[in-house]
């Protein structure tokens, strides 16, 4: 079947403007992580979402980041007043179970460039 | 906080020679150790992973090991070939669904 889609691929944005970014998760997932990666650098947590709730988001750096999974499925990552620090790679990542321990599947990525 | 250290950060070997990429973890609560392959602009892939309550998982030319009192977890990887040439993370769960990710070990096999 489909594996983890995201949706843009690429996104340049303007510093201060706001940004969403989608993740479509494996059908049957009910687990659903945000990461950000930074060049040269791992991916860091941002949130997880077991179905619709956001069980952890203790990763998200500041008030400006906001994440939604309002049907348990799609999930969108919102950040307000964007800065160039910013821009990195975010990737979205979904697993089956609850534990948080199953596999993760991660999608390709949408490259945010804040200018 | 929860940090894990990842070492080296590059790593050239001979195609045939036997790799071997080293982490430290800081959470005692950890209990699931996960290795991911990223090929340059690719999404991470998950290559093998391991849970507290074993020492070592193999399969086919890539074995995990943990030592849970040292809070240590390394990953080997034998006969290496050009395709195994890409970055490599270590990642480890605590106790909460928070996965914390190493640094990265890139890692070139050499023809």
């Known amino acids: 079947g489909a594996g983890v889609s995201q949706t843009p691929s690429n996104k340049v944005t303007e510093k201060g403007k706001y940004v969403e970014l989608r993740c479509d998760p494996i059908?049957?997932?009910?687990?659903l992580y945000w990461y950000r990666q930074s060049l040269g650098q791992g991916p860091e947590f941002l949130i997880y979402?077991?179905?619709?709730?956001?069980?952890?988001d203790s990763g998200l750096p500041n008030d400006r980041f906001f994440a939604v999974r309002p049907e348990g499925s799609v999930s969108t990552l919102k950040i307000q007043r964007t800065e160039r620090g910013d821009s990195a790679v975010y990737l979205c990542?979904?697993?089956?179970?609850?534990?948080?321990?199953?596999?993760?599947?991660f999608g390709p990525g949408t490259r945010l460039l804040v200018l | 906080g929860e940090n894990v250290e990842q070492h080296p950060s590059t790593l050239s070997v001979q195609e045939g020679d036997s790799a071997v990429i080293k982490c430290t973890y800081s959470d005692s609560a950890s209990n699931y150790f996960p290795w991911y392959k990223q090929e340059l602009g690719k999404r991470p892939q998950l290559i093998i992973d391991i849970r507290s309550n074993v020492g070592e998982k193999k399969d086919q030319r890539i074995a995990v090991t943990l030592n849970k009192t040292a809070k240590h977890f390394s990953l080997h990887i034998t006969e290496t070939q050009p395709e195994d040439s890409a970055v490599y993370f270590c990642a480890a769960k605590g106790g909460t669904y928070k996965y914390i990710f190493g640094t990265g070990t890139r890692l070139k096999v050499l023809a």
């Open positions: 979402f077991q179905g619709t709730g956001a069980a952890d």
């Open positions: 059908s049957g997932h009910t687990a």
């Open positions: 990542a979904s697993s089956v179970g609850t534990s948080g321990t199953g596999t993760q599947y």
